[in-house]
């Protein structure tokens, strides 16, 4: 059984930093695209970064370059998501996701974790 499970969420002041992990069972995650997704309050679901299997491909929303980065570990079958610079409009739930490639639609979900940017 596919599944991803991720940690890491919690509370942070503006400017700290969090690391989200995603960690895959059922399924040998380094042959998937990774993606990291977020949903904040009364908003959309948005794409944060993804990192794919094929050729280790690296892409980040704009609005996070140059303070997430993506990295996976597939001795522990994990992906992270380390986030610096943190800023209150970050907050949202954060949601990794599992594909054969990165995209907008993953066919597979962690059920997510929440993160908080507040004073």
């Known amino acids: 059984q596919v599944q991803l499970v991720e940690s890491g969420g919690g509370l942070v002041q503006p400017g700290g930093s969090l690391r989200l992990s995603c960690a895959a069972s059922?399924?040998?995650?380094?042959?998937?695209?990774i993606g990291w997704f977020r949903q904040a309050p009364g908003k959309e679901r948005e794409g944060v970064s993804c990192i794919s299997a094929s050729d280790g491909s690296i892409y980040y929303a704009d609005s996070v370059k140059g303070r997430f980065t993506i990295s996976r570990d597939n001795a522990k079958n994990t992906v992270y998501l380390q986030m610096n610079s943190l800023k209150p409009e970050d907050t949202a739930v954060y949601y990794c996701?599992?594909?054969?490639?990165?995209?907008?639609?993953?066919?597979?979900w962690g059920k997510g974790t929440l993160v908080t940017v507040s004073s």
């Open positions: 059922g399924f040998p995650l380094n042959y998937y695209a």
């Open positions: 996701a599992a594909d054969w490639s990165c995209g907008t639609h993953p066919s597979y």
